[in-house]
Every structure is written in structure tokens, then in C-alpha cells.
């Protein structure tokens, strides 16, 4: 299984396609960032609308041809 994370969902769909894998209807979720500078951990940089910010089965598992992949995405 590809990472998908951070590319856009198009993108992650066309990658599952290219390893013959099928991708569920897409989740969309609200992605809230912390304002820069706030407490002591590094700032992450902002998550773009549309991009997969997670997927399931993780990546790097092994999965059958037939296991259709869960995408969530940015709104």
C-alpha cells in the first residue's frame, strides 16, 4: 500500500489506480491548524484543502487486489 498521505486526492486516487487498487467514496473532514508560534512544538505546515490526510489500510500493509482503500480529505 502507497502513502497517499498529503497528495492531492486526485492524485492518490491515480495512484491507487496504477496498483490496481479501488478507493471508497472519499470523507471529507474540517482541519483546524494551531496559530504559529504557539506552544513549544514545531510548527506543522498548513493541510490543503483536498488533500488526503489519512487513509485506510495504512500505508506499507499488504492488501488483496479486491480491498477498496479509505481516503479522508481536507475540506
Keep these: 500500500m502507497p502513502d497517499l498521505t498529503g497528495l492531492p486526492?486526485?492524485?492518490?486516487?491515480a495512484e491507487?489506480?496504477?496498483v490496481g487498487l479501488?478507493?471508497?467514496?472519499?470523507s471529507f473532514v474540517d482541519v483546524h491548524v494551531a496559530p504559529?508560534?504557539?506552544g513549544e512544538a514545531a510548527p506543522k505546515p498548513p493541510v490543503?484543502?483536498?488533500s488526503v490526510t489519512a487513509q485506510q489500510p495504512p500505508?506499507?500493509?499488504?492488501?488483496?487486489?479486491?480491498a477498496l482503500v479509505?481516503?479522508?480529505?481536507?475540506?
Design 22 to 26: 479501488k478507493a471508497a467514496a472519499p
Design 48 to 50: 490543503k484543502p483536498g
Design 9 to 13: 486526492v486526485v492524485t492518490a486516487q
Design 70 to 75: 479509505r481516503l479522508t480529505v481536507a475540506k
Design 59 to 66: 500505508a506499507g500493509s499488504r492488501v488483496e487486489q479486491s
Design 36 to 38: 504559529v508560534g504557539s
Design 16 to 18: 491507487l489506480t496504477k
